[in-house]
């Protein structure tokens, strides 16, 4: 069974900076993909970035130039750096991981707000 956990969440003014991580347990993280997803209250969940196992990233327009992913095979741990944040990125963000199947975190709170 995998098990996920966010981290690095929290309040942070526009124009700010923050970082989550999502660790992993069980022996299948390096194979697969992980992905960050953000659902804000009254809307759904919505795709925010993507790294495959080969290292192969992708965003959606939204994002794009302001959030990196990244992973980390040693450490079990996919991050997401966010800058240039809006209050519009006000969002609970969540963690998946897809091999064979998906598994989700329990979610991260970020709130850009001044």
């Known amino acids: 069974q995998v098990q996920l956990v966010e981290s690095g969440g929290g309040l942070v003014q526009p124009g700010g900076s923050l970082k989550l991580s999502c660790a992993a347990s069980g022996s299948i993280f390096g194979s697969a993909t992980m992905s960050w997803y953000r659902q804000a209250p009254g809307k759904q969940r919505e795709f925010v970035a993507q790294?495959?196992?080969?290292?192969?990233?992708n965003y959606p327009d939204s994002v794009k130039g302001r959030f990196t992913i990244s992973r980390d095979n040693a450490k079990n741990t996919v991050y997401l750096q966010m800058n240039s944040l809006k209050p519009e990125d006000t969002a609970v963000y969540y963690c998946?991981?897809?091999?064979?199947?998906?598994?989700w975190g329990q979610g991260t709170q970020v709130t850009v707000s001044s």
């Open positions: 790294i495959t196992s080969n290292g192969y990233t």
């Open positions: 998946r991981l897809a091999y064979i199947r998906t598994y």
